[in-house]
């Protein structure tokens, strides 16, 4: 059974560039939150998405954007990067009730 | 709104000793309080969880942690330290209900020394 997959494992923009990441949930899964860990912090929510929805958002900008698809798989957007969205990005899927959420490994994002 | 507040940015401990990672939580609601370890270049792991039932819980690779309300604490332990638990360890709160979005701390580096 494979866990939370997530790609690509690195990425390297410059400033103003767009970026996309994407994830698939844990087999049965089909709630995705995303969430940001900078450099020496601890993860900060996003946004998660059910039944193709945001479902709820934390406190980032209109430029972090997302969108879930039929098989329950998920992008992020990030639109005009800056250099201070460099991070690692983190994909957890569950169920939609209070479950445990399962995370992948993760996707290092470092803006120039 | 939620958060938690975890005590010390790094612990280090000797192999074979005692482990204590300390975590203060503040929350409107019943929460839900989990520990999360993060190895490098790994995703998070959860430790253990609570969620109302028994105030000890048990976790994986001999972790457990003991819900106090009085003093709003939810600290995690481990009676022997072995070499493969230096980690990163995040203390997080969610609400006990509706859909789980999870607050995390800021992380407790523990460091074993042999």
């Known amino acids: 059974d494979a866990g939370v997959t997530q790609s690509p494992t690195h990425l390297i923009k410059t400033r103003g560039q767009q970026v996309t990441l994407r994830c698939s949930p844990k087999?049965?899964?089909?709630?995705v939150s995303w969430y940001q860990q900078a450099l020496g912090q601890g993860p900060q929510f996003i946004f998660q998405?059910?039944?193709?929805?945001?479902?709820q958002r934390g406190n980032f900008p209109d430029r972090f954007s997302g969108h879930q698809f039929p098989n329950y798989s998920s992008e992020l957007n990030v639109n005009a990067l800056l250099l201070g969205d460099s991070a690692l990005y983190l994909c957890?899927?569950?169920?939609?009730?209070?479950?445990?959420?399962?995370f992948g490994p993760g996707t290092r994002l470092t803006v120039l | 709104a939620q958060s938690v507040t975890q005590l010390d940015s790094h612990v280090s401990v000797s192999e074979g000793t005692p482990v204590l990672l300390r975590c203060n939580y503040s929350?409107?609601?019943?929460?839900?309080l989990f520990w999360y370890v993060q190895h490098p270049n790994k995703g998070l792991q959860l430790l253990l969880k609570?969620?109302?039932?028994?105030?000890l819980v048990k976790g994986i690779n001999g972790f457990e942690a003991e819900f106090k309300k009085s003093e709003t604490s939810f600290h995690l332990t481990k009676p022997s330290a072995h070499m493969s638990d230096a980690a990163e360890y995040f203390c997080?709160?969610?609400?006990?209900?509706?859909?789980?979005?999870?607050?995390f701390g800021t992380g407790t580096r523990l460091l074993v020394s042999p």
């Open positions: 087999s049965g899964h089909d709630t």
């Open positions: 957890a899927s569950s169920l939609p009730n209070p479950s445990e959420q399962f």
């Open positions: 929350s409107s609601y019943s929460p839900s």
């Open positions: 997080v709160v969610s609400e006990s209900t509706g859909f789980q979005k999870l607050v």
């Open positions: 609570y969620t109302s039932a028994a105030t």
């Open positions: 998405y059910y039944e193709e929805e945001e479902r």
